[in-house]
Structures are given as structure tokens and as C-alpha cells.
């Protein structure tokens, strides 16, 4: 048995209903936030909210949230899953869900050794409106995952008009350049992830321009979201990836 919440109840997966002509449901109108909890405690659940809310800002959805905390920890408890990916959902309509589910770890070669990845089949112009924002239609991303998983690689690349890095398919890029870590500026065209700011906190990071070439010549290279952490690509891991690595599993674990 499963049980969700939504709109002020815990309930079975099954007997959770949201109206048919939900703007999310028909048009995609809707936001979402992907986060990890830890022992049953969600890691970074404000960032991901303030997140949420200056989406539905930009896009004129009226948003107001509850305290969400005590939420994820009971959903967490009540479905057995204290390290869960918890997914929150929230509609043009208002109607707000909250699910926890099980945590499928990534295969453990793609840690020692490195994930493989691919580029994008298309270029992304980073001026489009809804880049940079978590809504409920993702296709083009989700399209691009697809093939990537496909492939046998962790995910997709994308490039913009001008051969620089954007961002993964659902997840920030890093690389070690020269002894320093660098990851594409923020506002041109990337979602500014949550576990990027984290990685950001804890290791000197300087945002640039990042050339698709940088990727196949960096010393380390690694991918971030709330669910992978931090994953390695291309290569085993190095000196500073492990550090990172290490830093941010701490924070997580402090809570």
C-alpha cells in the first residue's frame, strides 16, 4: 500500500483524485520539484520550494504552500521509505501533491568508473521562456533522458546555438579545469538546481561559458541532482569529484 498526499490528505495512491480538466493535467500548466529525504527527513526542502514559488511568480500562478516538512516526514514513515524520492506537484489549478517513492539507486559501475552520457540530438536556444523552470510538460527533456537511458548512459547533454553547455537532461553539469571547478553561468538557459547551489556552498566554483569541448578534454567531470548526488562521467572519479562527493553526503546526512 501506498499513500500520497494531496491537497491536505494522506491517501491511498489509488483513491487520490484530481479534477479531469486540471490545467496540469491538460495543458501542462503545472510545476514541479524533485528532492531526496534522508532518514525520513527531506534534504534542502526550502531551496526547492522558494524554487517552486519564484516559477509560479514568473508565470502569474497565484501559490501559497503549507509547511510541507512534517508532510514528507509522515509520507516518508507511512510508506516504509525513509530515504525516498519525494516528488512535489502543483497545479495552475492550486491542487498541491506530494508523493515519496521508492529510491532505485544508479548502477554502482557508473560511480567507479564513470557514467557515459550523450549530446542532445538538437541545440537549445537558451532564451526560451520555460527553460530554467520545473513544469509538469517536460517532454523535450524527458525525451532527450529517454534515449539517453536508451543508450545505456546516465543522460543527455544539451548544447546551446553557440556550442556551450547548458545543462543535462535532470541534471547541472561540473567540470575540473585546470585544478578548478567550473559549471555553465546561471540565467543562460539552465535550471538552477538545488544541489548545484549545494556543491556551490561547499567547493570554490567559478560560473562561465562552457564550450561542448571543454567536456571531452576536462580533468573530472561530473553530473548533479537531489536523486544521483553527485555522479561522475567519463572517468573514474578524482581528487576533487571525491571531495565533493564526500562533502555533500555530510550535509545530507546532518540533518
Not at 495543458?27 to 514559488?53: I, K, M, N, Q, V
Not at 564513470?114 to 513544469?135: C, F, N, Q, Y
Amino acid at each position: 500500500m501506498n499513500f500520497v498526499w494531496l491537497d491536505g490528505e494522506f491517501l491511498e495512491e489509488g483513491e487520490a483524485r484530481i479534477p479531469a480538466t486540471d490545467p496540469a493535467f491538460l495543458r501542462g500548466r503545472g510545476l514541479f520539484e524533485t528532492l531526496r529525504s534522508y532518514g525520513g527527513a527531506p534534504f534542502r526542502l526550502g531551496d526547492h520550494l522558494d524554487r517552486l514559488r519564484a516559477s509560479a511568480s514568473r508565470f502569474k500562478i497565484p501559490c501559497v504552500l503549507p509547511d510541507l516538512d512534517p508532510v514528507v516526514r509522515e509520507l516518508c514513515g507511512r510508506n516504509r521509505r525513509p530515504d525516498a524520492r519525494v516528488r512535489i506537484t502543483y497545479s495552475a489549478a492550486g491542487h498541491l501533491l506530494v508523493t515519496a517513492e521508492e529510491l532505485r539507486p544508479l548502477p554502482a559501475a557508473w560511480f567507479e568508473k564513470g557514467a557515459e552520457v550523450m549530446i542532445a540530438p538538437w541545440r537549445r536556444d537558451g532564451r526560451a521562456p520555460l527553460l530554467g523552470h520545473k513544469t509538469t510538460g517536460c517532454w523535450e527533456n524527458q525525451l532527450a533522458h529517454d534515449e539517453a537511458a536508451d543508450r545505456g548512459c546516465a543522460d543527455a547533454i544539451f548544447v546551446g546555438l553557440r556550442g556551450e553547455i547548458l545543462e543535462g537532461a535532470t541534471t547541472n553539469v561540473f567540470l575540473v579545469v585546470d585544478g578548478t571547478l567550473v559549471t555553465p553561468r546561471s540565467g543562460q538557459g539552465l535550471l538552477p538546481g538545488i544541489t548545484r547551489k549545494v556543491v556551490m556552498e561547499l567547493q570554490k566554483t567559478r560560473e562561465r561559458r562552457v564550450l561542448l569541448k571543454e567536456l571531452w578534454k576536462a580533468d573530472e567531470a561530473f553530473l548533479t541532482n537531489s536523486v544521483a548526488e553527485i555522479l561522475p562521467i567519463l572517468k573514474p572519479p578524482g581528487p576533487l569529484t571525491r571531495r565533493v562527493q564526500a562533502a555533500y553526503r555530510a550535509a545530507a546526512l546532518s540533518r
